[in-house]
């Protein structure tokens, strides 16, 4: 006989004075969240605010625990990536609340470069103590949850097929090191295929180069034509080196894999894996023309 596991009493929304969520900047003031976080880059970190105040006589009394010992543990939780399924979820701070200091308030800073595609943001309120206590419909294990309220936000476009751009001296980062001379340099690691695609990738242009700085900030077509090329060729590559497709098709929405993946299909539409390797091997020309004109960005106005 399979087990059935009985509900266990919560309470509702009225007994928790809620204030919102309030998103910004570190060290800025904050502001109420919107559907979309807007004017942000994968440079930014995000900090975020709550305060709950909770009734806990009612509360209590809703949950048939003796108000004197009941404790409450706050938890704000944040996820992030694409789809309705967050890739990462993290448990950003917690805070145990009584009768003699109901309220709190709970603020955390979440790092720009874990966020990709959407801001999940959750607060929960679960049972810290007693355990084994009340009666038959009380909530009787630790962490048990009794309330949750939940925010999703939209990083400006979903974060699809983005990475940041930086200009950075490269005599400075790289001094005394060949790639101090080199336009551009993309920084990532291959074997992080299934780490975020836009927090884990970066273009970093030299600013001492003053023409191609130049080109870039301009906007100059064929420029970022080159550079994007030169990033989608170095993951393309590196997922052509996964040991089968079926390997390669496992990673998830978001990650570095999963846009290597995409631009593969854009670039090579149609064509078996094993083909784009053979071309790769025996045609390199073609191989890297092929990646070249799908990063094509137009001519520009």
Same mark, same amino acid.
């Given at each position: 006989m399979s087990r059935i596991a009985l509900p266990f009493l919560t309470f509702p929304n009225e007994l928790v004075n809620f204030s919102g969520w309030m998103i910004g900047p570190p060290g800025e003031p904050l502001s109420p969240a919107s559907d979309i976080l807007e004017n942000w880059d994968y440079e930014q970190d995000i900090q975020v605010n709550v305060h709950v105040d909770v009734d806990f006589i009612e509360a209590a009394d809703r949950l048939g625990i003796d108000a004197a010992d009941l404790?409450?543990?706050?938890?704000?939780?944040?996820?992030?990536? *694409?789809g309705s399924l967050p890739r990462r979820? &993290?448990?950003l701070v917690t805070a145990v609340i009584d009768i003699d200091e109901p309220a709190v308030t709970l603020e955390a800073t979440i790092p720009g470069r874990t966020l990709s595609g959407q801001l999940q943001l959750s607060l929960r309120i679960v049972l810290e103590a007693p355990v084994d206590s009340g009666g038959p419909l009380s909530a009787k294990q630790r962490g048990a949850r009794l309330w949750q309220y939940h925010k999703h936000i939209?990083?400006? &476009?979903?974060? &699809?097929?983005?990475?940041?751009?930086e200009l950075a001296s490269f005599s400075e980062?790289?001094?005394?090191?060949?790639?101090?001379?080199?336009?551009?340099?993309?920084?990532?690691?291959?074997?992080t295929? &299934?780490?975020d695609f836009s927090g884990n990738v970066r273009l970093y242009v030299n600013s001492d180069i003053e023409r191609v700085c130049a080109r870039f900030v301009e906007g100059d077509a064929l420029t970022l034509q080159a550079m994007v090329a030169d990033v989608m060729t170095q993951l393309i590559e590196a997922s052509l080196d996964v040991e089968n497709e079926a390997e390669?098709?496992?990673?998830e929405e978001g990650s570095i894999g999963y846009q290597a993946r995409a631009w593969i299909e854009m670039s090579f539409p149609g064509q078996s894996l094993e083909n784009i390797r053979q071309m790769r091997t025996y045609a390199p020309g073609k191989f890297?023309?092929?990646?070249?004109? *799908?990063?094509d960005f137009g001519e520009g106005d």
């Open positions: 404790k409450l543990a706050v938890v704000l939780v944040a996820g992030t990536g *694409t979820v &993290d448990r939209l990083i400006e &476009d979903g974060g &699809d097929s983005r990475f940041p751009i980062s790289f001094k005394a090191r060949p790639e101090q001379y080199a336009p551009w340099l993309v920084d990532w690691s291959p074997t295929l &299934d780490a390669l098709d496992r990673y890297k023309a092929l990646i070249l004109a *799908t990063a």
